[in-house]
T-cell receptor, first 109, second 114 residues
Framework: DAKTTQPNSMESNEEEPVHLPCNHSTISGTDYIHWYRQLPSQGPEYVIH???SNVNNRMASLAIAEDRKSSTLILHRATLRDAAVYYC??????????FGKGTRLSVIA | NAGVTQTPKFQVLKTGQSMTLQCAQDMNHEYMSWYRQDPGMGLRLIHYSVGAGITDQGEVPNGYNVSRSTTEDFPLRLLSAAPSQTSVYFCASNRYGQGAYEQYFGPGTRLTVT
């Protein structure tokens, strides 16, 4: 399985943009880049996914490098509710999601 | 549309007891999975199913059984509970989508084995 590398933790000020990086240098052509997050004491929650082009939805934006070896999840205005562990996962076909350690995002008021 | 539901929310078992964690989804999803999450750790895949009558093992299947007789339900059975199975268990479901699907998770069952 292609693996991802994320920083263990990041900190952001409330109402500032947050850029969460993910490296995936061994990504294959059929791998989608997925992001999930897990708020304290809750199950994981889907955030966004993409293949080649940048993607936007109501929660976040996903910027994918041209060579697809890295991507960045962008939260445009961090709120206290965005404090969570964020997981970057590569997925192809119908293999199940495999979670790594993720990035723990702290948001400071 | 209730999404993914799990029962019970909390459970305490004694070593050696067996029990079944229930999971149901009302989204007509083909795919269902079970994960466990130990304190301070990431999620690990236990078993998954790509449709009724089909199941497969994940990373940590030992000590657990699953069956999938209907699209809606995917129960997880602990055969003989051990303290090492103390964890939070999450059930998830998704539509078949060739890597482009969204997975939906239930609220979890917190299990303590004494």
């Amino acid at each position: 399985d292609a693996k991802t590398t994320q920083p263990n933790s990041m900190e952001s000020n409330e109402e500032e943009p947050v850029h969460l990086p993910c490296n995936h240098s061994t990504i294959s052509g059929t791998d989608y880049i997925h992001w999930y997050r897990q708020l304290p004491s809750q199950g994981p929650e889907y955030v966004i996914h993409g293949l080649t082009s940048n993607v936007n939805n109501r929660m976040a934006s996903l910027a994918i490098a041209e060579d697809r070896k890295s991507s960045t999840l962008i939260l445009h205005r961090a709120t206290l509710r965005d404090a969570a562990v964020y997981y970057c996962i590569l997925l192809s076909g119908n293999t199940p999601l495999v979670f790594g350690k993720g990035t723990r995002l702290s948001v400071i008021a | 549309n209730a999404g993914v539901t799990q029962t019970p929310k909390f459970q305490v078992l004694k070593t050696g007891q067996s029990m079944t964690l229930q999971c149901a989804q009302d989204m007509n999803h083909e795919y269902m999975s079970w994960y466990r999450q130990d304190p301070g750790m990431g999620l690990r895949l236990i078993h998954y199913s790509v449709g009724a009558g089909i199941t497969d093992q994940g990373e940590v299947p030992n000590g657990y059984n699953v069956s999938r007789s209907t699209t809606e339900d995917f129960p997880l059975r602990l055969l003989s509970a051990a303290p090492s199975q103390t964890s939070v268990y999450f059930c998830a479901s998704n539509r078949y989508g060739q890597g482009a699907y969204e997975q939906y998770f239930g609220p979890g069952t917190r299990l303590t084995v004494t």
